[in-house]
């Protein structure tokens, strides 16, 4: 028997690691939790996550129609009953606003894939969902191509979304995906991105296996192991990418051909922009 308490408390405590980490600001963010087939606890509207009380958490049922709690549930649990009604093994939701990884969406870049150990292992690849109003049923609807295959997902211009069976492990990928994301920004700006080679990717992917995590879906799907490998990339390539940077030799020799060429003057022009800025 579910304690339904319980649950609140630990939807409370969730809103307050969000807020205290910055990923929602002012009432943004909202977490939910499945208590059976027909009903699921969630934040309530216009309150912060950061001070909820178990009393404020409202139920709701599998199309969204409140049937408990003194306060308004959020209009947002459209996107969550969305995920809970594909998988029944996901317990809960979490929504909210994390500037880092929300700041790839809206500059139009994919999370990169093939850098950190952890991410291949915990997360694979994030896909990121089309832009939609929020709160509206197309909005929830965005979400559909990759609850099968993802864990956490980027609203494109929103902010992010992540599911699992505990209140605290759809919280963790959040946490996991926007540390990593804090990362790429700050390496980038340090120098650049450097990558995992593929056949190290593909240890780590076996790693997973054997901790009984599962086969990685770019090993079902046969999709690319690396995702987005221009981002970050320095000026001699900077990673064990399959997008070399025009030979060394080539250049030293004078031996380019017209579009490397074009594509050398193209890279001085874009490190003296960007050294002016
Ligand atoms: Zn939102």
Redesign the pocket.
């Known amino acids: 028997m579910v304690n339904e308490f319980k649950l609140k408390q630990e939807i409370c405590e969730i809103g307050r690691r969000v807020y205290a980490k910055g990923f929602a600001a002012a009432n ?3 977490i939910s939790c499945r208590i059976d087939d027909q009903r699921v606890l969630c934040t309530p509207t216009l309150t912060s996550k950061g001070f909820l009380k178990p009393d404020d958490i409202c139920t709701v049922d599998m199309t969204g129609k409140q049937i408990a709690g003194r306060k308004k549930r959020t209009s ?1 649990v459209l996107l969550h009953l969305e995920i809970y009604k594909e998988c029944p093994e996901v317990k809960a939701v979490v ?3 994390p500037p880092h990884a929300t700041a790839f969406s809206i500059a139009g870049q994919e999370i990169p894939s093939c850098i950190l150990p952890e991410v291949e292992v915990f997360l694979g690849i994030v896909p990121t969902a089309v832009y939609e109003t ?1 709160g509206s049923q197309a909005f929830a609807d965005t979400i559909l191509p990759f609850v099968k295959t993802s864990k956490v997902t980027v609203l494109k211009n ?2 992010t979304v992540s599911w699992g069976a505990t209140l605290e492990q759809a919280y963790f990928w959040t946490e996991i995906l926007d540390a990593y994301c804090k990362m790429l920004l700050l390496a980038k700006q340090a120098g650049g991105v450097e990558r995992i080679t593929e056949p190290k990717v593909e240890e780590l992917l076996d790693l997973k296996e054997r901790f009984g995590m599962g086969v990685d879906p770019r090993r079902i799907t046969n999709a690319d192991l690396c995702v987005n490998t221009e981002f970050g990339r320095g000026f001699n390539g900077g990673c064990g990418c399959s997008h070399p940077a025009i030979p060394a030799e080539a250049i030293a020799s004078g031996s380019l051909t017209a579009g490397q060429m074009d594509a050398l003057v193209q890279e001085i022009t874009n490190r003296i922009m960007e050294s002016i800025k």
């Open positions: 943004d963010g909202n947002e929504h909210c606003h929020p929103h902010g």
